[in-house]
């Protein structure tokens, strides 16, 4: 997933475009403001939507996997975003088991030390992409990491 506000915004899109044919890979550019580019015929919405759990069966297809096939065996993430959009990928991905690659928020939401890392990301704040500090935020989260992780193992 490649997101942008505008088609024109989207870097590096035509060597990506040619590492896809090269390597057989899955690419799909989409832009948050598609109403202000009516020539685009991508797909269209930020970047984080497309990990909402009512969406993750049409990615699963997109990708050629099987249902509940998108999970950290067979997936890896790596986003590099605004604060929002690493947030917003994160927290829907921890209902399957997708762990982030950053100790304070691991140990907040009680990832065992042996659980692979999952879900990798550029941060330039100092504060997690997740308010660990705050319990109303953490524990909801924790709860669903722990229910993630569960399914992983049962």
């Not at 917003?88 to 140990?107: A, C, H, N, S």
């Amino acid at each position: 997933m490649h997101g942008a506000s505008y088609p024109a915004d989207l870097g590096y899109r035509d060597e990506l475009l040619q590492l896809v044919e090269r390597h057989h890979l899955k690419y799909w550019g989409t832009v948050s403001r598609p109403r202000e580019a009516p020539d685009w015929k991508g797909d269209t919405g930020r970047v984080e939507a497309f990990f909402d759990p009512s969406r993750l069966d049409d990615l699963e297809r997109r990708l050629g996997l099987p249902p509940g096939g998108f999970a950290p065996r067979n997936v890896a993430i790596f986003i590099c975003g605004l604060t929002g959009t690493i947030t917003g990928t994160i927290i829907p991905l921890l209902d399957r088991g997708f762990v982030p690659d950053f100790k304070r928020i691991r140990e907040a939401l009680g990832v065992p030390a042996d659980v692979k890392d999952s879900v990798f990301y550029e941060q330039y704040d100092t504060e997690p992409v997740i308010n660990i500090k705050d319990p109303s935020v953490v524990e909801p989260l924790r709860a669903r990491m722990q229910a993630g992780l569960a399914r992983l193992s049962g």
